[in-house]
């Protein structure tokens, strides 16, 4: 165009510099030269991937066009997903036709063999082959599985069922309740898609970030991150009020989010540290005995292990908080479902088959959410809560003693607890364990018991649970599962019809429902510290990822959000933005 069209070029330069100087951004300009005249016809900020997007607003500050604070705003939190992720090639994506679309559960793409068990998924990434873990759905058993697979892809199940959340938490991608697949078998190992049937080791990708499935394999392209990302997130942290911690159970995870620049442990989901391993076997002697002393037997094995693990993960925090959240998954989830694995545990048990069926059978629950789940658990089984505080507080005394000069203190934290006198009930025991435990060590460590807010009841009666509750912490899955009345894991398969009738704008499970679930977390809020003013308030149900909520949250002056490893960046700059907007 300069050797064309010299002059109408100069005067477009001249042009493209007053505009962007005008809106301060990268413009997308259209224009037209006809007979050697420029005309412009229109211009608008520009479209950017995540990485040109940083890219620009820290030009521009280094341009002097916009200031720090105007460059944090400029960032649309959700993109950055895709800088921490793999990504499909877009040239091979564009040829790329989806035979199924259902919820982007956890960002990222994945191509691989597909394995059906969580078994096979370990057996097979062991030899060397990259595989999606298909499920019905998943449960706490199938987590090493889940580990070595690339993919996880899900029939059933919403934002915040067990894949999604755990897949979120390890940063694997997720596509959960694909409704198209149908015939699944699991004994055969097949299932169909469009008319298709798929078997074990056919290949398939799947794509996190926008809920698309793919026949066969797309390239992908790993994650990169550049020096600018660093830069932005430094601004972000300058400004922001909230403090951002990770839910992780695992020293790795706590680790990757340390670098992504969380600030503690919002949310350790112990369960799945008793799979782990032969854990489980200790494990499921547990849920099997008939005696007191018997459970306790079986607990005594799992308390050095858990005690290990929660060292270890006081050691990856450095002295920044860990969380420890009590037992809650309802007891069925542990129990095995193949009749090879009843044989064992029945050998292992000197019961017979038909005992440890019957004992399985007993734990059958018509709406095990609203079950035998959370403190629930302590109070009928008060040596469950014992063991753990032992693994809490010796872990800590231990930590503490090569860490003389890291503030460490233990948080307990009890869930789903609707009512005072569930609370004080656990706590009494937590409080006589930990304090002979400190007495028995010689040792000075404090410690806190706080609860989750996750029953409505809980946070209608704020006021008084926080007279027994030194900290709280929303866990927003469950909160806005028990508002509703929805089931976490089963909505997605009628959601699609409200946002059809437009009754939904967005899931309820992703973006808090300010009006319902956000009253109730505003009213536990201003009870909670009407009785205690200084305590810590945060939420670690998957909204402390979201950036909408994390406003909603800065705006109620919560102390923290926490959300998973990979979503604490987007979290960070949420939280700026929330505070530079007020
Ligand atoms: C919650 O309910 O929000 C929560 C964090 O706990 P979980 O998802 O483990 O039930
Ligand atoms: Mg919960």
């Known amino acids: 165009m300069e050797k064309q069209f010299p002059e109408a070029y100069a005067q477009f330069v001249k042009v493209c510099d007053t505009l962007e100087e005008h809106y301060r951004d990268m413009q997308d300009m259209e224009f037209t030269v006809e007979n050697g005249k420029l005309f412009m016809l229109q211009c608008r900020s520009g479209k950017r991937t995540a990485k040109a997007a940083l890219k620009i607003a820290c030009d521009l500050v280094d341009e002097g066009m916009i200031d720090e604070r105007k460059a944090v705003l400029m960032i649309d939190p959700r993109n950055l997903d895709t800088l921490l992720h793999p990504q499909f090639d877009p040239k091979a994506l564009k040829i790329a036709q989806a035979v199924a679309k259902a919820l982007a559960a956890s960002p990222g793409a994945a191509c691989g063999k597909i394995v059906f068990t969580a078994e096979d998924a370990k057996e097979w990434k062991e030899r060397g082959e990259k595989v999606v873990l298909v499920r019905l759905e998943t449960s706490p058993e199938d987590i090493e599985g889940m580990k070595a697979a690339q993919g996880i892809l899900t029939a059933r199940g919403g934002m915040t069922s067990h894949a999604a959340v755990v897949a979120r938490g390890m940063g694997t991608c997720c596509v959960s309740g694909c409704s198209a697949i149908t015939n699944f078998d699991e004994d055969n190992k097949s299932f169909v898609i469009a008319g298709k049937t798929y078997h074990e080791g056919d290949i398939i990708s799947i794509d996190g970030s926008t809920g698309n499935v793919y026949d066969g394999a797309i390239a992908t392209v790993d994650a990169t991150v550049s020096g600018d990302f660093g830069r932005i997130m430094a601004w972000a942290d300058k400004y922001r009020k909230l403090r951002v911690r990770t839910n992780a159970d695992t020293p790795r995870d706590a680790k990757k989010a340390r670098e992504l620049g969380a600030e503690g442990i919002g949310l350790c989901r112990t369960e799945h540290m008793f799979f782990e391993g032969n854990r489980i076997d200790a494990f499921r002697e547990m849920i099997c005995a008939d005696t007191v002393e018997e459970r306790e037997a079986a607990l005594e094995k799992i308390l050095p292990m858990q005690q290990g693990d929660f060292e270890k993960l006081y050691e990856a925090l450095e002295g920044n908080p860990v969380p420890i959240r009590f037992l809650d998954p309802?007891?069925?989830?542990?129990?095995?479902?193949?009749?090879?694995?009843?044989?064992?545990?029945?050998?292992?048990?000197?019961?017979?088959?038909?005992?440890?069926?019957?004992?399985?059978?007993?734990?059958?629950?018509?709406?095990?959410?609203?079950?035998?789940?959370?403190?629930?658990?302590?109070?009928?089984?008060?040596?469950?809560?014992?063991?753990?505080?032992?693994?809490?507080?010796?872990?800590?005394?231990?930590?503490?003693?090569?860490?003389?000069?890291?503030?460490l203190v233990p948080e307990i934290m009890i869930p789903l607890v609707g009512e005072i006198k569930e609370l004080k009930f656990v706590k009494d025991i937590v409080v006589s364990v930990a304090d002979e435990e400190i007495r028995a060590a010689g040792s000075d460590l404090k410690y806190e018991v706080g609860t989750m807010i996750e029953i409505p009841r809980a946070a209608l009666t704020a006021d008084e649970i926080a007279k027994e509750a030194e900290f709280f912490c929303f866990g927003t899955n469950d909160l806005t599962q028990m508002t509703y009345g929805f089931s976490r894991d089963d909505a997605g398969k009628f959601l699609g019809s409200y946002y059809d009738a437009k009754i939904f704008e967005s899931d309820p499970f992703v973006k808090i429902d300010q009006v319902g679930v956000g009253k109730l977390m505003k009213m536990a809020v201003t009870l909670g510290r009407e009785v205690r003013p200084d305590m810590h308030i945060g939420i670690c149900g998957e909204h402390g990822g979201d950036p909408s909520s994390v406003e909603f949250c800065h705006k109620l002056g919560l102390t923290y959000v926490s959300c998973s490893p990979f979503r604490v960046p987007i979290a960070r700059l949420a939280a700026a933005q929330a505070a530079l907007k007020d």
């Not at 069925?332 to 009843?342: G, L, N, Q, R, S």
């Not at 014992?386 to 503030?407: E, G, L, S, Y």
Request: net charge positive.
């Open 330 to 407: 309802p007891l069925h989830e542990f129990v095995p479902t193949e009749e090879a694995d009843i044989e064992i545990l029945a050998a292992a048990q000197h019961k017979t088959v038909a005992q440890i069926k019957s004992i399985i059978a007993a734990l059958h629950e018509a709406n095990p959410m609203m079950g035998h789940r959370g403190c629930r658990l302590a109070v009928t089984y008060p040596e469950i809560a014992k063991m753990q505080t032992k693994a809490v507080i010796r872990a800590a005394i231990n930590v503490k003693k090569k860490h003389p000069d890291w503030k």
